[in-house]
């Protein structure tokens, strides 16, 4: 090979050479692009969140203040009707008690579940004292079976009739609360509601379980 030939094949062999930083700047510039693209991604998606968060949390805050009040009046109601057993309960008591002289447990797990009703100053309190009442009246009825003269009585049969009214419409506002209940503690287990909850203090409300004698209409057979 000649001198010139040599000379052409070096400079071929340089010019190649010199070529390939400039695929491998393209080839660094893709994947610098690529990995800026998946990063300006994650940040839109950052920004979005942090831009619908607090909008989000808005919406989830004006519904528990929503769902709080509805439970609240609801709550109310079942008061009334917890009073209005309670309100009963000493005439009915003293009815009984000019038959059944001889059954001083009954009536004093009447008048203890009676005070701890008027007492109680939170939803979990009148709820255990409530169904402490429930128990309680079961007991009684159980004892007026015994009494044939005291079924007949006019004024007991009157109690009666207003007291199996009065457990139905407990019935049915207990049910219309925990329904209520149970919209707004599933509501607050909700992302992001959970989050507007945690940080507001909304609290989880209870549950108004009713006992088993509570599954019955007080009744009194009075057949016998």
Not at 72 to 79: M, P
Not at 128 to 143: K, S
């Amino acid at each position: 090979m000649t001198a010139a030939e040599n000379k052409i094949s070096h400079e071929s062999t340089k010019s190649r050479n010199n070529k390939k930083p400039k695929f491998g700047f393209v080839f660094s510039w893709l994947t610098e692009g690529d990995a800026m693209t998946t990063i300006s991604r994650r940040t839109m998606l950052w920004l979005c969140l942090a831009f619908l968060t607090p909008w989000l949390s808005g919406c989830s805050y004006n519904r528990f203040v929503s769902q709080e009040e509805a439970i609240k009046q609801q709550w109310a109601q079942v008061e009334n009707q917890l009073q209005r057993r309670n309100d009963l309960i000493p005439n009915l008591v003293e009815t009984v008690k000019g038959y059944a002289t001889h059954e001083e447990s009954v009536f004093k797990e009447i008048a203890d579940s009676r005070s701890k009703l008027l007492a109680a100053k939170s939803p979990e309190e009148t709820i255990e004292a409530a169904n402490q009442q429930t128990a309680a009246l079961g007991r009684l009825l159980a004892v007026v079976e015994n009494y044939p003269n005291l079924k007949a009585n006019e004024q007991f049969n009157r109690l009666m009739d207003e007291l199996a009214g009065t457990e139905n419409r407990i019935a049915v506002e207990r049910m219309r609360y925990n329904q209520k209940v149970q919209e707004y503690n599933t509501s607050r287990r909700q992302f992001p509601a959970n989050l507007t909850a945690k940080v507001f203090g909304f609290k989880e409300y209870p549950y108004f379980q009713a006992p088993p004698e509570a599954k019955q209409v007080p009744k009194v057979n009075f057949k016998s």
